[in-house]
């Protein structure tokens, strides 16, 4: 690792393999810019895993492909990515595309939408160990039908030769997975990765991304809608609105002391698998983008708990009994978490 | 008119020599809503897209609404006549919309079709359609692209909605939402259950959400059902092996995830977190 230069941030020591510090991202809406991912700090260890949950439309994904390089054509990016110490925001083409095919890779929410439907199953996975890790093409195959085994696909050869369109949901996004297994990379980015498959797929699939974290060290940002999942399987979850981060939390708390009232607002929504509830508890409201939210905290108008002053300025984040909270009431309030823990 | 909205018979689909689909028999009442849950790749898409008719059955009968579907080309009017009948939420909202389509205009043509309405009615209908599904009004001038994955699968659901059919398949279609919006929808397809009579197909692989959704449930393992009745005793005490697994592997405190799903864990499943209710 690289001597961290000394520097007058918050944290001045990067020990951290993925270091993000005060990420947004903009796009051009004619003449103004909209802000989609405002000022996000998140860092991971090596080995370590991250949950990130929020909102639909928040920003998670949005944040992810930033980590990349791969934000929309015309799109600002500012703040600062350190990935092992190099910045990502300054990379030129050519340290991009080498930092994605071996140290960072990523799953991608929408599978479909990301691999080329005119190429086999087969070219798709072992191309990059060809091109990028210098697999000879006999043996790319075998450890293809050998990745495949290992999400849960046990008649590899006959998937190699299929095409995009004749996999499931499921099976698509297995072979993503197992495509990044192939790089074996540093930092996984999983984009839901488990939304499309069974709880016993999903079960098998998580059991891996663990093991490759315990036994190489590989780190990972998950995203997923799954509290539970995301408790059960990641050292720290993050919680997003409005394309900030509103709360991070270790794992072992965050379900049962949420401390932002959106967090517990989540939790309220969730439907129980062992009851039916006439009507779920809803967070009343719409949801607003991160440019559309004013000066002061952006999930005010749809707090309970919101008080005059929470319109005055973005809550800074403060900590409170371990957890890092955007809510200028988070000391004082008690919030409702899980309620079947 | 008959009270039973789909009557399918021994369905089978067949992809070269590999079976999709074995020997699947359902039937659906008015105002009913039915989950389908199983294994990835167990044929549930492959069901789904022959209920609408966009997969000819390799063999089975099918009836819809009380009339056969036979396979092979059909008229304008009857095509219009059958999505009337049945709409399906795709499980893949970025390949089912048109990329150069704007989201207001998405719905608009799909309203277009069924009714006749004026511009202006057409434009404040889709808005309200927008609202419901939590979108606003910014959205509709967006293109595919320019959403996140959940806000897509939302225009997917308010297209399907627009036409008001009488069964409206959901494949996997609120797996892409936060657990707020996805209670928000879900409210609304209870809420549009409630007055129109409308029935549901619901293919999900989230058993809370299928437990808070459906009264009858079907598993699917392999391309066949390998056990079907009524959703909460299913969940709550499931008597096939496959069931059982799929039950015990629910993320919950204290779950880990473990490479062999199956063996061992079924016992504890049907015990998990007491028998608060049903
Ligand atoms: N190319 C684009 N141009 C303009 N706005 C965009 C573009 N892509 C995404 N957005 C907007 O950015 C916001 C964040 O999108 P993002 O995909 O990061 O959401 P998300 O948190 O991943 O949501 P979901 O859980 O639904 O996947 C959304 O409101 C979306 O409409
Ligand atoms: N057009 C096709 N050509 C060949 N095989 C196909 C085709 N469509 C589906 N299949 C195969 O049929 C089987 C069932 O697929 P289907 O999409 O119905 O599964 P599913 O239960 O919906 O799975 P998931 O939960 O992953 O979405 C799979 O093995 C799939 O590869
Ligand atoms: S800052 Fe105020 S409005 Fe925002 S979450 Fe906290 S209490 Fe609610
Ligand atoms: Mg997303
Ligand atoms: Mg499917």
């Not at chain 1, 990420?23 to 998140?42: E, M, Q």
């Not at chain 2, 006749?116 to 404040?124: M, Q």
């Not at chain 2, 320019?146 to 225009?155: K, M, N, T």
């Not at chain 2, 959400?209 to 009745?229: N, Y």
Request: aromatic share 2%; glycine share 8%.
């Amino acid at each position: 690792m690289k001597i961290p230069e000394v520097q007058d941030k918050p944290r001045d020591v990067r020990e951290d393999l993925l270091d993000v510090r005060g990420l947004s991202v903009a796009v051009r809406a004619g003449r103004s810019w909209r802000t989609l991912v405002d000022g996000v700090d998140l860092a991971i260890g090596g080995g370590e895993a991250v949950g990130l949950v929020g909102e639909s439309g928040s920003g998670k994904s949005m944040t992810a492909r930033a980590l990349l390089g791969l934000t929309p054509p015309g799109a600002r990016v500012t703040g600062d990515i350190a990935f092992d110490s190099d910045q990502v925001t300054t990379m030129n083409r050519r340290a991009l595309r080498e930092l994605r095919a071996r140290r960072v890779a990523m799953v991608f929410q929408d599978p479909r939408a990301h691999i080329n439907p005119v190429r086999s199953v087969g070219d798709f996975l072992t191309e990059a160990m060809i091109a990028n890790l210098g697999v000879a093409a006999a043996e790319a195959h075998a450890r293809a039908v050998r990745l495949l085994a290992d999400v849960g696909i046990p008649d590899g050869e006959r998937r190699l030769r299929q095409y995009p369109h004749e996999l499931s949901g499921g099976l698509l996004q297995r072979v993503m997975i197992a495509s990044v297994l192939a790089v074996e990379p540093d930092l996984v980015l999983a984009d839901e990765p488990t939304t499309a498959l069974d709880v016993t797929t999903q079960s098998e699939v998580m059991a891996i991304l663990d093991e490759l974290r315990r036994e190489r060290g590989m780190a990972m940002l998950l995203i997923t809608h799954d509290l539970a999942l995301a408790a059960a399987t990641c050292d720290r979850i993050s919680v997003m609105y409005a394309g900030r981060i509103v709360e991070t939390q270790p794992s072992t708390t965050l379900t049962a002391t949420p401390r932002h009232p959106y967090t517990s607002g989540l939790m309220l929504s969730r439907p129980s698998i062992d009851t039916v509830a006439d009507r779920l508890p809803v967070i009343p409201g719409r949801p607003v983008a991160a440019f559309e939210s004013g000066e002061g905290c952006a999930f005010e108008p749809r707090c309970g708990h919101a008080k005059p002053h929470c319109r005055d300025l973005r809550p800074p984040v403060q900590d409170v009994e371990g957890a890092r909270v955007a809510c200028v009431r988070a000391g004082e309030l008690t919030l409702r978490g899980d309620v079947d823990v | 008119m008959s009270d039973t909205v789909i009557e399918a018979t021994g369905l089978r689909k067949e992809f070269g020599t590999a079976v999709a689909v074995d020997d699947v028999s359902l039937t659906l009442e008015r105002g009913q809503s039915l989950a389908v849950v199983g294994e990835s790749g167990s044929g549930k898409t492959t069901l789904a897209r022959m209920l609408v008719g966009l997969e000819t059955p390799t063999g089975g009968t099918l009836r819809v609404c009380g009339r056969p579907r036979p396979p092979g080309r059909v008229s304008s009017r009857e095509r219009r006549r059958r999505a009337r009948e049945m709409q399906i939420v795709f499980q893949d909202p970025y390949s089912s919309l048109d990329k150069l389509q704007r989201i207001g205009g998405v719905i608009e043509a799909s309203l277009d079709l069924h009714f006749s309405l004026t511009p202006g009615e057409r434009r404040k209908r889709a808005l309200e359609l927008l609202e419901a599904v939590g979108l606003a009004e910014r959205h509709a001038t967006m293109l595919p692209r320019q959403l996140s994955g959940g806000q897509r699968q939302r225009v997917a659901i308010a297209r399907a909605i627009a036409v008001e059919p009488q069964v409206l398949v959901l494949d996997e279609a609120v797996a892409a939402l936060d657990v707020s919006i996805q209670a928000q929808i879900l409210n609304l397809l209870a809420d549009i259950r409630e007055r129109s009579g409308i029935s549901y197909v619901f293919i999900s692989h989230d058993l809370a959400v299928v437990h808070q959704i459906s009264e009858v449930a079907l598993v699917m393992s392999g391309g066949r059902v390998v056990e079907r009745g009524p959703t909460g005793a299913l969940l709550s005490d499931p008597q096939e092996e496959y069931t059982k697994s799929l039950r015990a592997a629910v993320p919950r405190p204290g779950w880990k995830p473990s490479r062999r799903a199956v063996s061992g864990s079924a016992a504890n499943g049907s015990a998990a977190s007491g028998t608060a209710a049903s």
